[in-house]
C-alpha cells in the first residue's frame, strides 16, 4: 500500500469542502463554548462482533463530546498502520468510519496517516479527536452532584467488553454477544433540550466499567454512591460469560452506555423518558447519591448483603478499545 | 508502568484548570474561524540530535496550525505507549511537551493514554491536534496565488531529515547535523500583523521535503514554479550529509521551515522582515510563481541548467517524524 493509494481511498471517501482544502488543516466556523475530546483506539481485533476499529474510534469521541454536554459536530482523523494492513480492511474501516460519522451527523475535516514498518505497530491505530459546541441548557457537572440525586443508566452494561474478550479466547454461546458501540449524541441532547440544568452530570463508563466512573465520581464530589445489585441492566448471556471467565461486569467496558445523574424529582421521568428511545430503551435506575460513605461506591447485593466496590487498579482488560 | 502512575505524570506536568476537571474532554472559549489541525507522530528515534518526539509533536501540531494563518491556542495529547517504554523516558518526553507547549503559548487541554503489549507498537506514539483562531488578518489560500508572486523560505533546509538519518545510519560529521524542530508561530503572527492579505500561502515542507509541497503547489493553482538551486538554504555539512547518502535536499524532511508565497511587491520587505528575527534569519527568496511550465517546478541549476523537480512518489525516509 502506497501513502498515495491510502490517501486516495481517504479522500475519495470524506469528501467534503473541508478535507478536500487538502491543507494541513481545515478552518471551521465556531463560536462559544466549544466541547473537545481526544481518544486513540488500540482495540484488537480490529474487527469483532458489532463493530470495527474505525467504527468505534467514531462513536468513542462523539460520546465523549457528548458527556460534555455538547452536540459534536467535527471530527479529526489520524492514522498509524503497520505494513501490511490488508488494503480491503483498511477501506472496510474507512468506509465503516464514513458511515459512522454521518449516523452521527458530524464531520471528518481534517486527517493524517502515518506508515510503521511491520512489527512496529498493530494492523491499524486510529485517533479521532472531537468538537462540539456545548448545549445551551447543558451545566454538565460533578459539582452539580447533590446529595439525593438517582443515578440512571440508559441499558445493558459489559456488553462490549464481554464481545471481545469472548471473541479472544473463543468462546462461543448460544447466541453472540455483540458490541453495544453505538452513538449516544441524540439522545444526550433530547435529554438535555427536555430537563436542561436538572441534569447534573454526564459519563459514559467504557474503559473501567461502570465501577470505575462511580469510584471516581464518588471520589470528586466527597460524596456516597449507592448502587442495587437488582437494578443492574445485564444480559443473562453476558453476566455467564463474565461468571465462566471470572470477570465482574462492573469492571467491564461499555461502549454505548451511560450513566447521568439527576436531579431526584425527574428520576423517573427521565427513566421512561429515556426508555422511549432506541438507545436508552433498558433505561433504569440503578442508584443514588448518598451523604454516607464518603467517597465510597456501596452495593447492595441480592442476597441482602452490601459491600463496597473498590475502583478498578490497572486494566482488566488491555487494548479493549 | 501503571496506568496510574503515567497519568499522575501527565496531570502533575499539564496542570490546568482544563485537564484538573479530569472530564473525558474540556470545554474552551473558541470564536470566529478556528483552524484545526491533527498529526499523529511515530519518529524513530524518539529522541535525537535537537529534539524528541514530544517536542515533535508540539511544534508540528503548532506549526501547521499556524500555516492555516491562525494563533495556535489549544492543544488534545494522545499517547500509544508499547509496554516497557522507559519510564524516565516517559518522563523526558512528557516534560518536554510541557516546555515546548509553554514557549509556543498554547495549553494541553484534554488527553489521552493507551497502552499496547511489547512488540504491537514502538515505544510511544504521540498524537496531537491544535487548534486555535485565524488571525484577523489572514487570507491564506492557494487561490490567492498569483502569477509573478515570490516563494520566501526562512532558512536552512534539509536539517531535520538529515539530522534523523545520520543517527540511524550512525554517520558522524565534524559537528553534529542537529533537528530544526521549533515553532513558528510567533513569526508567522508577526508576518499577518505586519503584510495582512499580502501573505498569500503559507506551507511548511515537513515529510517530503520542499518538492513535494512545491509540486502541489504547482498542481493545485495550475501555474508554473520557477526555483534557483543558487538561493536554496543548505548548509554546507547538510549537503554533504545529502550527498554521502545519494538523498536530493529538495525531498529530505524539515520541522521549522516554511515557504511563504507573497506578493512581489512586497517579497523584499518580508525577506528583510524575516532576518530580523531569530526564526527567520535566513531568510531568502528561492523562486517565484510562474505563467509557463504549468503545473510544473522547474529548477534553474547552478551550472545553468533547468530540470524539472517531480513531486516525490512514497516516502524517502520512513518514520521521520
Known sequence: MTRDLLDKIIFNTFNNPFINQKHDGAIVDLEGKIAISTDSFVVSPIFFKGGNIGELAVNGTVNDVAMCGAIPKYLSLGFVIEEGLNIEEFIKIVESIKITADKCGVQIITGDTKVVEKGKGDKIFINTTGFGKVHPKAKISADHIKTGDKIVVNGFIAQHGMAIMSQRQGL??????????????????????????????????????????????????DKGITIFENKLPIENQVAAACEILGLDPLYVANEGVFITIVASDIADLVVEFMQNNDKGKNAVCIGEITNENHKKVVLNSLIGGKRIVSPLIGEQLPRIC
Do not use: M, Q
Not at 190 to 195: A, K
Not at 203 to 209: A, N, S
Open 172 to 221: 462461543e454461546f448460544e447466541s453472540d454477544i455483540v458490541s453495544d458501540t453505538t452513538n449516544l449524541n441524540y439522545l444526550i441532547s433530547d435529554l438535555l433540550d427536555t430537563f436542561g440544568h436538572k441534569i447534573h452530570f454526564l459519563r459514559d463508563p467504557t474503559r473501567g466499567g461502570l465501577s470505575s466512573v462511580l469510584s471516581e465520581i464518588a471520589e470528586d464530589t
